[in-house]
């Protein structure tokens, strides 16, 4: 083979890796990480760790992120507990009002990609889990870019694939109280 062919051939191969990998990144819409949040120990009287909330451990990289996974009829997710309560775990009010809400209505935050600018506030979404399935209405966001600070409790960012969810929709997707804390769901918008 003449050296121009193998040049040739070559300058395809490579044509087609890159292409291929970036039909496979806009197909897969990969979300990555924006950045990382460095653990800092909470002050005395910072961090409640009452309600299993975790706190940051000092020095532990945590990734943050802009972006969730793609929203399909299917969405998978991790389903989690927070009181929307005052006094609660939540931190401030709601996001989408600027209110506190009863923990026993079935309302959600969810990551910062999924929450989307506020564009889910109060739409209701459908989450299957369980072997059951509830509505919940949208109220909050779950911040995926930040943690780790004085305005976040000392807890991690949140996760990217995240539905924080009041005690109302764990009861209704029928899950035993003690095993409430983390759940494999899928969701999708109601
Ligand atoms: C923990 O949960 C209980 C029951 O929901 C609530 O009364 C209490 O205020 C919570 N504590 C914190 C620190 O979030
Ligand atoms: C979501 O569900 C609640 C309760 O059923 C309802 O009041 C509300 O209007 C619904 N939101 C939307 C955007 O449809």
């Avoid at 990555?32 to 990289?61: F, H, I, M, W």
């Avoid at 972006?67 to 009181?83: E, G, W």
């Amino acid at each position: 083979m003449k050296t121009s062919t193998i040049i040739l051939c070559a300058v395809v191969v490579l044509l087609v890796s890159l292409v291929g990998g970036e039909c496979a990144r806009i197909v897969t819409q990969a979300c990555e990480p924006s950045g990382k949040a460095r653990g800092r120990k909470p002050p005395p009287g910072q961090c409640n760790t009452e309600n299993d909330s975790d706190c940051c451990k000092q020095g532990k990289l945590y990734p943050v992120y802009k972006c969730s996974p793609q929203v399909t009829s299917n969405t998978k997710a991790v389903l989690t507990i927070n009181s929307f309560e005052k006094g609660g775990d939540g931190g401030g009010p709601s996001e989408c009002d600027n209110q506190y809400h009863s923990d026993d209505v079935p309302i959600v935050a969810l990551s910062t990609g999924w929450f989307n600018h506020r564009q889910r506030c109060f739409n209701n979404i459908t989450i299957h889990g369980n072997g059951r399935s509830v509505v919940a209405m949208v109220v909050d966001e779950c911040d995926s870019t930040a943690g780790c600070d004085n305005e976040h409790d000392y807890q991690p960012p949140c996760p990217n694939n995240i539905v924080d969810a009041s005690k109302a929709v764990w009861k209704a997707l029928g899950v035993s109280e003690s095993d409430w804390g983390d759940l494999d769901i899928t969701w999708s918008d109601a």
